[in-house]
């Protein structure tokens, strides 16, 4: 855009001050090239409403969309765990425990002549729990999870192979 095409819009458009557009109005008035770009440019900004904007298809609005999706798909996961840390994380806990155990041997009094006793824990007979009913019931039960097992074991190592 030339000089005075600028000097024009900003006078159309009102964005000049008093002094500028009075210098502006003399120069479209003795002026012919400037009161025939003023002419033009008002033709245009008169017919500017008229226009109707165009709009690409929908079809077209949905393919860009799904290459952009596909393309933030498409990106790798950035993160990476650092090692470091980790085993830092893995020495504080195994040297804290070292320290408990630590404390622990120092402050126990190994002179003390008390043996461990072990409480007695009476257990009823397990003869009374394991009639014909629920003998069946547990085998019933075992064959259920052995065939969950199989029907696993059959799906992940022969129909993937296929």
Avoid at 7 to 34: M, P, Q, S, V
Avoid at 50 to 59: I, R
Avoid at 143 to 152: A, E, Q, S, W
Wanted: charged share 25%.
């Amino acid at each position: 855009m030339n000089e005075i095409e600028e000097h024009l819009w900003n006078y159309i458009d009102g964005f000049c001050t008093e002094d500028e557009r009075k210098t502006i109005e003399t120069l479209i008035e003795n002026n012919a090239n400037y009161r025939n770009k003023y002419a033009e440019l008002k033709a245009f900004e008169a017919n500017m409403p008229a226009l109707d904007l165009e709009e690409p298809s929908m079809g077209f609005t949905f393919k860009v969309m799904e290459n952009i999706r596909a393309e933030h798909a498409r990106v790798p996961l950035k993160t990476r765990i650092n090692t470091s840390i980790v085993r830092a994380i893995g020495a504080f806990f195994i040297c804290t425990i070292l320290v408990l155990l630590g404390f622990v041997f120092v402050n126990v009094d190994w002179s003390a002549p008390s043996p461990v006793h072990l409480p007695e824990i009476k257990i009823p007979p397990v003869t009374n729990y394991l009639n014909p009913v629920v003998i069946k019931g547990f085998l019933f039960f075992d064959v259920v999870l052995g065939m969950f097992f199989l029907d696993y074991y059959f799906r992940k190592f022969f129909i993937r192979q296929k």
